[in-house]
């Protein structure tokens, strides 16, 4: 498989132990005074979005791109051009309240700060989309394990041989994120991801990561290598650096997203996403 082009992602540090008790609160003025890492386990029971911020005459090009691939990218909010700020997280900066964000400049990555207000334009329109750790506390309660949590690492991603549905100039692969599931979980980690379909829903892949077009489970493209247990099967969802990847693919002149894995913690809860009437 010919690989989208990346870089090395920064060496990831857990953040602190009781992180799962934050408020969204909390954990925002931690991330704004410099605090950075994955925020898997971060505010339980609220919801995390992913983020990519892009000029206003590339706006609508992503607003279509998301519209057409709603399980990589199942938008939660969109800004008005220069806002700094969100409905879904009151008084946050979108500047500075994510742990690390990525500075994207012609399709290539220039800097992985933790404060973007240097490099923050006036015609930036943010999109703040559904992310999987959202949903990873639901599989917790239903028993399935979390591994990446366990081992204290950040989730594993993985560039596919998938092609989105391309809209205006953007285009690009889907991106993936994984865990390995025991079997005899499987029925409840689909079940318990595909009630919240605002963030990510259940998994695109069960089992073979060729079927992907992933070559080794050991070599992700994002975030770091999870061990699996004897017995666990690999299982995949559409993950919110998809942009990143078509970011990567389209080549607009500049753009800025959060690094992988480490999301806008926001107010909202997370049974506000959850399908009710289904068992």
């Not at 964000?101 to 923050?120: F, I, K, M, N, Q």
């Not at 409840?188 to 990561?209: K, N, T, Y």
Request: with cysteine; glycine share 8%; hydrophobic share 40%.
């Amino acid at each position: 498989m010919t690989q989208t082009p990346r870089t090395e992602d920064l060496p990831v540090t857990a953040v602190e132990e009781h992180a799962h008790a934050w408020t969204p609160e909390t954990a925002r003025a931690r991330f704004r005074d410099g605090l950075a890492g994955p925020t898997s386990g971060v505010a339980a029971g609220h919801t995390q979005a992913n983020l990519i911020s892009v000029p206003a005459d590339w706006a609508y090009d992503m607003l279509l791109f998301c519209q057409r691939n709603p399980k990589p990218c199942p938008l939660l909010d969109v800004t008005d051009a220069g806002s700094t700020s969100t409905v879904l997280a009151e008084g946050a900066d979108l500047r500075t309240d994510l742990p690390r964000y990525r500075v994207w400049r012609d399709g290539e990555l220039v800097e992985e700060p933790t404060d973007v207000r240097a490099h923050w334009r006036d015609d930036l329109v943010s999109f703040l989309l559904g992310c999987s750790f959202t949903f990873e506390w639901a599989l917790a309660r239903a028993g399935v394990p979390i591994r990446h949590v366990e081992q204290g690492r950040n989730v594993p991603m993985y560039v596919t041989t998938r092609p989105c549905r391309a809209a205006g100039r953007l285009r690009g692969p889907m991106v993936v994120s994984m865990r390995p599931v025991p079997a005899e979980h499987i029925r409840s980690a689909i079940r318990e991801s595909s009630l919240l379909p605002a963030v990510h829903g259940g998994p695109v892949h069960c089992g073979d990561p060729a079927g992907l077009g992933v070559e080794d489970l050991a070599r992700p493209d994002f975030g770091e290598p999870v061990t699996a247990a004897p017995g666990d099967i690999p299982v995949f969802w559409a993950c919110g650096v998809t942009p990143q990847a078509a970011v990567m693919a389209s080549r607009p002149p500049f753009a800025i997203t959060h690094a992988p894995g480490q999301m806008l913690l926001t107010d909202a809860r997370d049974e506000q996403y959850r399908l009710v009437g289904i068992v």
